[in-house]
């Protein structure tokens, strides 16, 4: 069966976007990049729902486009799988991607490096979309490496301002731990099975596993664990928000680092064949969850805020993911794209509005006069983070707590607790932000966002309260493919108990956040004096990026004596010794002496040795 | 008898090879080649007789011509080398001129 | 009886190569050969050929070695060393050679080879028809050769040893008539 145009047109379009907008437009009129590439993004966004539909209807696509590489008895090709999961966050990140590009086109329009800013940021929806629909872990790797290298160029995009090199470098280097242990798990697959298609190894996998599925298993949630930051190769997101907004906003929100939340759905097969794995997932996620919603309660940036969150929610996701529930794990990705997504452009259109990249708490208060409509979209979205009823958020974070409740009183605990902090920080970053202006803060005045910024947040706040009515659509869509189970993708049903738990929990954050915001106005600006090492603990992540800083200074040193030790004094005086073992091999044993006698010798020996050869 | 003109030719031949590879002088080379022609006449003419063969006699004799013509040019270099100041040895004679 | 000689003169032959072998001086080791080509030329009647061994005895050790002897007086030898240098130390240079000895003498205990004392002097009479008969252009290239040797002796130009007698190069006739001053020749 053959790839639908869609499907063509998913690559075809960005592809023909990015040559157009850097051979033919670029060099003349910078200004206009975004044209073709918002033509693209239109295109692409019209294909992911076109393919959706085609899923829903029941046809699954796993189509080989050509061979890649081939040796021996293993095989890797080039191909596209169109399964319910894929295409449902596919259809997520191309809705999303496309309003965040429409918005990056207002954002970034003073900038001076606009046209390159469209073509990295295109790069990556283009990465991302290829992740998506790889049909096969090593096409899977490739993309997941363009993900990477876009984020560097992003992060970094503001080469000028050291903080931002070093965040791109640190993100970049954090992710190669990550994409080591991909690989490892890669080479091993292809080393057993010899062609890693997901349709065929998991096939193969239930017939004969493999020897160390363990290790596999394990890297593949290394790999996971530090694309979607879990606890301790987190530390790169916060870091990350150097980048400009939108890209904090598409990548470190909704898209890329879900992709190894999106790597642990594919994967699912293997990793539940693996016995103790998805209960240390969980455990990761949770312990993620609940140490990043701590952080978030007491960070001064509002992006950063926001980082934190993106973690804790990554930390939810892993733990449904880790109980088994694999749909209700994407059920939450494809939400927290949405509501994460009004978050961060909000937070841009604060930043905007004061006149600078980001925006501290300490610049921003009483807010709600002069950007009302920034307002009621955050709210919409912070309602969607806390889960209350109507909005997309509640129906995803109530089945995250369902599962947990079904698995146990620990793991209902750890997303209650991670629901209730969640509720604390969002709530606490729209009072400082919007009322007010608290005693720390200078009131503020911004401008309100202009229409091609405030319109694709309008969109997408809309998204984040009604997605959810489509949950049960979803839970459809997802379960087409049949991969992984049906069991790991089906979704709960409503309960009362869930309902109740969740909007206690998030109604009990709230609370305190109203409390220590709105009570007790100089608390936000004075506990830090008050509690200085509670303070400076939080500073350091609770101690872990000093723990971070200290491996790495372990690591430079090793990496310069192996490197002092092995490639000087080794290799290079292996090297260098040469010459002097061979100079006086040379000079003993002069052949060419020029000698008549040695010449002569020589005949003679020859003839001797060839003498020899006809005795013997 | 075969046996024996074979060895005693061999031991020559070899003897002469010797003094030609080991010696230093290009004198004592020329000895030694005269000793190794003399070597291969003395089996050479013994086999002609022995097969019957006159060309193979015919061929010695033009062997000791020759060998006597290439001892005469062998000589004349050395004198030349002499009058030219450089020794006839071969430690001297190691590098082809400029 | 003639095997019994031929050992006798053989042992002779190789007694005087190793003489010459070994001897330091070149005028030694040139007599030393000089009787070694006596032993070779009988070997050479021995075997079958008076006249061969004739030729041997005339050209060889009557032409050739006397040539030799009066080089050798004429360009003494400053060599110091005896032996040659050589790059591989002396025994393995010595091994050499004696290894190929050693597998010729080897190779010629071959089974198979007819004994037999061959009849004296029955094939020298067809030697000249052979000579000048089927190997009349090799008869004549040798003879080219002598005459170009000969050639090569007379083209000497600084002849020493015509020098320091007195005598031109170009004749036979003192030096004192042709300008040169008389104190030169005749005296070292």
Known sequence: MGLPLSAILLFAAPVAALLAAFFLVRPFKPGWTHWPILASCAVVTAASVDLAAKVYAGSVFDVPVCAWMAAGNWMVSFGVRLDGIGVAVLTMVCVVGSLIHVYAAGYMRSDPCFSRFFLSF?????????????????????????????????????????????????????????????LIAILMLLGFYGDTRFGLLFDAMGSQPAPLLPLIGLMLFVAAATKSAQFPLYFWLPDAMEGPTPVSALMHAATMVTAGIFLLARSWPLIAAVPQLPTLIAAVGGGTAIFAGLLA???????????????SHLGLMALALGLGRVGVAVLHLLMHGFFKAVLFLCAGNIAHGIGKSTAHVAEVGG???????????????????????????????????????????????MALTAAALG????????????????????????????????????????GALSAGWLAPGIGRLLACGRMPSEEALALPHFSWTVFALGTAAAALGAVAAYVLTVGRPDFE??????????????????????????????VRRL?????????????????????????????????????????????????????????? | MNATVLQVGVLLFTLGLGMVVLRGQLLAMLLGIE???????VILTYHANLFGDPKALAAVVLIICVAAAEAVLGLCLILKLHHGGIPAETESLAELRD | MRELAFYFVGAGAIVFSLGMLVQRSLYAAAVCLLMALLQTAVMLSLAGSPLVGCIQLIVSAGGVMV?????????????????????????????????????????????????????????????????FGSYAVATEAAALVLFLAALAVVGQEENDFMKRRGVSPHGCFPLAACGTRPGRGGGK
């Open chain 1, 122 to 182: 295109h790069l990556f929806f283009l990465m991302m979309i290829g992740m998506l629909v790889s049909n096969n872990y090593v096409q899977f790797y490739l993309f997941w490496e363009g993900v990477g290298l876009s984020s560097y160029l992003l992060i970094g995009f503001w080469t000028h301002k050291p903080a931002a090199r070093s965040a791109a470098l640190q993100a970049f280097i954090t992710n190669r731990v990550g994409d080591l242990g991909f």
């Open chain 2, 35 to 41: 000793l190794m022609v003399g070597a291969v006449n």
């Open chain 1, 297 to 311: 309660c007491c960070q001064t940036d509002l992006k950063r805020i926001l980082a934190y969150s993106t973690v």
């Open chain 1, 423 to 462: 509720a604390f920080y969002i709530v606490r970053m729209l009072l400082l932000a919007f009322y007010g202006p608290g005693s720390g803060q200078k009131p503020g005045h911004a401008h309100e966002a202009p229409p091609q910024m405030g319109a694709p947040v309008l969109f997408l706040a809309l």
């Open chain 1, 525 to 554: 600006w004075t506990w830090r004096r008050e509690y200085p090492r509670a303070a400076s603990l939080i500073e350091t992540d609770l101690g872990w990026r000093k723990v971070v800083a200290a491996a790495a200074f372990v």
């Open chain 3, 67 to 131: 040539l030799v002897v009066v080089a050798i007086m004429a360009a003494p030898s400053q060599a110091k060393a005896m032996w040659a240098r050589f790059a591989v130390p002396k025994p393995l240079a010595a091994a050499g050679v004696l290894v190929l000895a050693a597998e010729l003498l080897a190779l010629i205990t071959l089974p198979g080879l007819s004994g037999g004392v061959p009849p004296a002097g029955a094939l020298d009479a067809k030697v000249g028809a052979v000579l």
């Open chain 1, 367 to 413: 807010l709600r006069r002069s950007m009302p409509m920034t307002m009621a979209c955050f709210v919409a979205a912070a309602l969607s983070l806390a889960g209350i009823w109507p909005t997309a958020g509640f129906f995803s974070k109530d089945a995250v707590i369902e599962a947990g409740l079904e698995a146990g009183p620990v793991w209902a605990a």
């Open chain 1, 559 to 616: 990496s310069d004596l192996v490197g002092d030790l092995l490639d000087h004094r080794c290799w290079d005086g292996l090297i260098e010794s040469l010459p002097r073992a061979t100079l006086p091999l040379g000079g003993a044993v002069s052949l060419t002496s020029g000698r008549l006698s040695d010449h002569l010798w020589w005949i003679v020996s020859g003839a001797a040795l060839m003498l020899l050869a006809a005795l013997i």
